[in-house]
């Protein structure tokens, strides 16, 4: 009898965005709702799909407040957690864009190249080969004005750069050999809190994604 082949393995990296924060009552959503799970249940069990998403993760950065939001200080263990990683999912740099760190689109995205960089090496470990990656970037972010979170974020930096983003990464994909999806073409931040994601939109986003994925499976 043949022996069973293993599942694709997709690993989903990101921050709040692909934890599953809901903007309404700041509780994660559901496995029915997030994208993530809803991206399992589109591939199915050709494929094992792992969620790496941290509230507040950034591509480079300490939080001076918070801590430990550090995304290329993160991803070395993700990586050794959950090899061997056929496809990884990277999603990050809404964080980056908060008015304490004043970082322009260009700026976010030479962060992000020292994230791809580590991403599509093979780590020294005998299951330790260069995964598939598809970069995203994050929705462009919405109006801040009388929100929560306007003291983080200001329409006039944040809420601008963050309408560059997109190109920017378009950019390091082709750089660095990855696939690329504009997330904002697909779905909009939500107007609760200008930053995360509505529940509605989050299955049609899983499709997209699984069409994406399994083009670099080859599946």
């Known amino acids: 009898m043949a022996e069973k082949k293993a599942p ?6 990101g921050d709040s965005l692909t934890w599953g924060f809901n903007p309404v009552d700041k509780s994660r959503y559901g496995h029915d709702v997030r994208w993530t799970r809803r991206l399992q249940m589109e591939l199915g069990t050709d494929y094992y799909v792992i969620e790496e998403g941290v509230n507040g993760r950034t591509t480079v950065f300490e939080d001076p407040t918070r801590g430990d939001k550090n995304g290329l200080a993160h991803l070395a263990t993700v990586r050794k957690t959950h090899m061997p990683i056929d496809v990884l999912v990277i999603m990050l ?3 980056d864009l908060q008015d304490r ?11 992000m190249g020292r994230v791809l960089y580590e991403a599509t090496r093979a780590t ?3 299951e330790g080969r260069a995964p598939k990656v598809l970069l995203m970037a994050p929705p462009p972010l919405g109006d801040f004005s009388g929100l929560e979170y306007e003291g983080l974020y200001s329409n006039a930096h944040g809420g601008a750069q ?15 050999g990855t696939a690329f999806l504009d997330v904002g073409k697909h779905m909009n931040a939500s107007p609760v809190d200008a930053i995360h994601f509505e529940a509605a939109p989050q299955a049609n986003l899983a499709k997209v994604i699984a069409n994406e994925v399994r083009a670099l499976a080859g599946i």
């Open 162 to 176: 963050s309408r560059r983003l997109a190109e920017v990464y378009a950019r390091l994909a082709e750089q660095y």
């Open 124 to 126: 020294d470990d005998v």
């Open 8 to 13: 694709v393995a997709v690993v989903c990296f």
């Open 93 to 95: 740099g809404s964080n």
């Open 101 to 111: 760190f004043n970082m322009s689109a260009e700026a976010i995205g030479l962060a």
